[in-house]
C-alpha cells in the first residue's frame, strides 16, 4: 500500500506541471491571429529540419522556407507586396535606442524566432512620433499586440539579418518595420 501511495504521488508531482504547460500553451495559441500562426507553423517547421541538416539540406531549406512564405503570403493574411500584419502577439525585449535616439526592440514571437524593429530595415521608430510615444508605454518583457511589415528580400521574401546561414533557420531575426504596438491586457 505504501508503494501504490508514493507512485501515486510521483505522477501526480510530475503530471500536474505538464498539464499546466500544456493547457498554458493550448491556451495561448488560440490568442494569435491565423496569420501568426500560419507564419509560426512555416518557420518552425524549417527549424526543426534544420536542426540536424547537412549544409546541402540547410541551404535547400532556405529555399522552402522562402518559397512557403512567398507563396503562403496571401492565405496566411500577411497583404502582398508590403508583407503587412496587423494585431500580430509577440513579446517585447531589447527595448531601446540606437543613432539620433531612433526606437528599436526586438519582438518574441515564439521560442527562437525574433522581429527585429531597429534603423538599419528602416524600421526603426522616430522621436516624437505617436508610435515612439506608444513605445514608450511598453516595458521589456511586456506581452504586445503590433502591426507592421516585414522588409522584402529578393531572394529569401522576408529579410532576415543572421551572419550565418544555420542561425537564419534554427533562429530567424526577422526585419520589420513597426507601424503600431500597444501593451496587452
Sequence with gaps: MPLRRL????????????LVVLVWWWVRGDDLPASQGRFLDAVSSIQERARSATDVQLVQAREDRA?????GQRSAGIARPELSVQGWVGTAQD????????GTLRLELDHDVT???DGSGGG????GSQLFRALSKVDDG???????????DPDTCVSERSLRLVNSLRTPDFDFVLTS?????
Design 181 to 185: 504596438i500597444s501593451p496587452r491586457g
Design 67 to 71: 518559397t512557403r512564405l512567398c507563396a
Design 115 to 117: 522581429l527585429v524593429v
Design 124 to 127: 526603426g521608430v522616430t522621436p
Design 142 to 152: 511586456d506581452e504586445v499586440t503590433f502591426g507592421g511589415r516585414f522588409v522584402r
Design 7 to 18: 507512485v501515486l504521488v510521483v505522477g501526480a508531482v510530475v503530471l500536474v506541471p505538464v
Design 95 to 102: 527595448i531601446g535606442t540606437e543613432r539620433d535616439d531612433v
